[in-house]
């Protein structure tokens, strides 16, 4: 797992999504973000590669998994997906943020918006802009909103 706040100074070049269909009307809510996909990828100019994917964490024996969402250090190889049927789907950069970036990062906020007593959505912010990612429902489909 990374540490998020590793991640402020770092200058952010491209936003990778694997495509993904709206969000059926009967999950919307006030929570649901424009944009839904499995997992997202940061590149950074620097060559790192992280992965941020929605996930389950165990709190407790006598609790239910709460939503959470894990940010990890991931290589190229991942950003590709094999559907049921055998077609494979390449991650594909997120239009939304080709206007401002590369970009530095100069804050990450982690929030839980949610209420599942763990982090569920992190923002990372720059200079006029912000991309939020949260784990949304139904469980691990991953919300993103591009802010300017």
């Not at 269909?21 to 973000?33: I, K, L, R």
């Not at 990890?72 to 190889?77: G, I």
Request: proline share 7%; glycine share 8%; aromatic share 8%.
């Amino acid at each position: 797992m990374v540490d998020s706040n590793s991640l402020i100074g770092k200058a952010l070049e491209r936003v990778w999504v694997f495509p993904a269909a709206p969000v059926h009307p009967a999950w919307v809510d006030e929570f649901t973000t424009p944009i839904n996909t499995r997992e997202a990828f940061l590149e950074f100019s620097d060559g790192d590669l992280i992965s941020l994917s929605p996930c389950e964490v165990n709190l407790s024996d006598d609790r239910y998994p709460s939503l959470g969402l894990a940010i990890e250090v991931t290589t190229s190889a991942l950003m590709k997906m094999t559907h049921s049927g055998g077609q494979v789907v390449g991650a594909v950069q997120l239009e939304e943020a080709d206007g401002f970036l590369p970009a530095p990062i100069t804050s990450v906020e982690a929030s839980d918006p949610l209420g599942e007593d763990t982090t569920t959505q992190y923002a990372f912010v720059g200079s006029g802009w912000r991309i939020i990612f949260r784990h949304i429902l139904p469980p691990m489909t991953l919300g993103i909103c591009v802010e300017r």
